[in-house]
T-cell receptor, first 114, second 116 residues
Framework: DTAVSQTPKYLVTQMGNDKSIKCEQN?????MYWYKQDSKKFLKIMFS???????INETVPNRFSPKSPDKAHLNLHINSLELGDSAVYFC?????????????FGQGTRLTVV | AQSVSQHNHHVILSEAASLELGCNYS??????LFWYVQYPGQHLQLLLK??????LVKGIKGFEAEFIKSKFSFNLRKPSVQWSDTAEYFC??????????????FGKGTHLIIQP
């Protein structure tokens, strides 16, 4: 079974549309994240949730809204998509809040805005 | 805020060559350090991690890294690379006061190409 799964794997959409990416982890982890990987492969954290509570919200436009219905799921909704939102979005999870835990990543969602 | 710098953005080696990828971080306190690998079209996988104890850590696929606190470095090494090691390699640090929930700060990655 896939530990961290994201859907869809590929998403092509037009500017101005609203889209969602879903993420689920079956590892029993308490903390989940969204990372963005740009065209130069640079990875940056966007959001962090612990037990459904938002912990980190980096400088991300408010068009991006994470939703955590339970601690196994962290979805990312994006409103009014822009060309610059094209990237690969990775969901990840880790056990607890301790620093000495590794993050497990999903397969990524390649978003292309045209 | 912490930052991570990887010195080599592109590295090309022949099979059986030795590998060393540099990673330096900036943070004065306790850190946890990671190397992740991303094979073409795939997600990130953990190669190895350092939390405490022996500064020389061994990971999967014959990789190892050495934490040198005085140099703020965590360089990745492999004595003999294989064609299948072609991938993107990321150094990352978790150093925030919020613990793991702060997430990882990544370096910009090193694109490694191994020529047969």
């Amino acid at each position: 079974d896939t530990a961290v799964s994201q859907t869809p794997k590929y998403l092509v959409t037009q500017m101005g549309n609203d889209k969602s990416i879903k993420c689920e982890q079956n590892l029993g982890h308490d903390t989940m994240y969204w990372y963005k990987q740009d065209s130069k492969k640079f990875l940056k954290i966007m959001f962090s949730y612990n037990n459904k509570e938002l912990i980190i919200n980096e400088t991300v436009p408010n068009r991006f809204s994470p939703k955590s219905p339970d601690k196994a799921h962290l979805n990312l909704h994006i409103n009014s998509l822009e060309l610059g939102d094209s990237a690969v979005y990775f969901c990840a999870s880790s056990r607890g809040q301790g620093r000495d835990t590794e993050a497990f990543f999903g397969q990524g969602t390649r978003l292309t805005v045209v | 805020a912490q930052s991570v710098s990887q010195h080599n953005h592109h590295v090309i080696l022949s099979e059986a060559a030795s590998l060393e990828l540099g990673c330096n971080y900036s943070y004065g306190g306790t850190v946890n350090l990671f190397w992740y690998v991303q094979y073409p079209g795939q997600h990130l996988q953990l190669l190895l991690k350092y939390f405490s104890g022996d500064p020389l850590v061994k990971g999967i696929k014959g990789f190892e890294a050495e934490f040198i606190k005085s140099k703020f470095s965590f360089n990745l090494r492999k004595p003999s690379v294989q064609w299948s090691d072609t991938a993107e390699y990321f150094c990352a640090v978790n150093a925030g006061s919020g613990g793991g929930a702060d997430g990882l700060t990544f370096g910009k990655g090193t694109h490694l190409i191994i020529q047969p």
